[in-house]
């Protein structure tokens, strides 16, 4: 069984290191001030991880959005809203919003990081292939979509809102992303079915 204790000084450090990337950048987050802001002791905080970029490593992962919203719905228009609609849910937390920039940054900055990201990046993209294929086998996309190219429609411009000041209402920007998903002749099959947006 997990030792609480444990979990909770994991998560204090973790919560102080996202907030010093969040202000000052990787250089920011050290060892030294990970201990500051968040009250852990240095000898607890080098039990929890062997190096500063370890530490690095898991305030990616600590900050990654959960995959729950990924699950497969009946029918292709509701799986593929309930993946906008959960993005975008994520998206709008303030802590989320604060942090997507600084965690770009960070990507760029710590090639152990990137490559943590890109294996994230992998496993939400086989996600979307599937919701993908039941498209197709529904008869409303056409053959051979690109899971990347799709990915760029539909997630770039929620990650783009996100990062916008004063752009508040991401269901919306979903809804709009979906409804032109759905009628885009880059992705729709030759002959659609009959079909209307939610």
């Known amino acids: 069984m997990t030792d609480p204790r444990k979990t909770r000084s994991r998560t204090k450090i973790l919560d102080a290191a996202t907030g010093l990337l969040i202000t000052g950048g990787a250089q920011a987050v050290t060892i030294d001030a990970v201990c500051d802001h968040s009250g852990v002791a240095k000898s607890t905080i080098y039990r929890h991880f062997s190096s500063h970029v370890e530490m690095l490593v898991e305030v990616l992962r600590h900050n990654l959005p959960s995959m729950d919203y990924l699950a497969l719905q009946p029918t292709f228009e509701a799986s593929l809203r309930r993946l906008a609609h959960g993005l975008a849910e ?34 939400r993209i086989r996600m979307l292939g599937k919701v993908i294929d039941q498209g197709m086998d529904e008869g409303i996309l056409s053959a051979g979509i690109d899971p990347e190219a799709a990915a760029n429609f539909l997630v770039g411009p ?20 979906i409804d032109l998903f759905l009628t885009s002749s880059a992705f729709l099959a030759a002959s659609p079915p009959n079909h209307h947006p939610l």
Do not use: I, W, Y
């Open 158 to 177: 929620l990650v783009f809102a996100c990062m916008t000041p004063g752009h508040t209402d991401l269901k919306q920007t979903a809804d709009q992303v």
């Open 90 to 123: 994520m998206l709008g937390r303030p802590e989320q919003r604060r942090a997507v920039p600084a965690l770009f940054a960070l990507r760029n900055s710590e090639p152990h990081v990137d490559q943590l990201a890109q294996a994230d990046h992998q496993q």
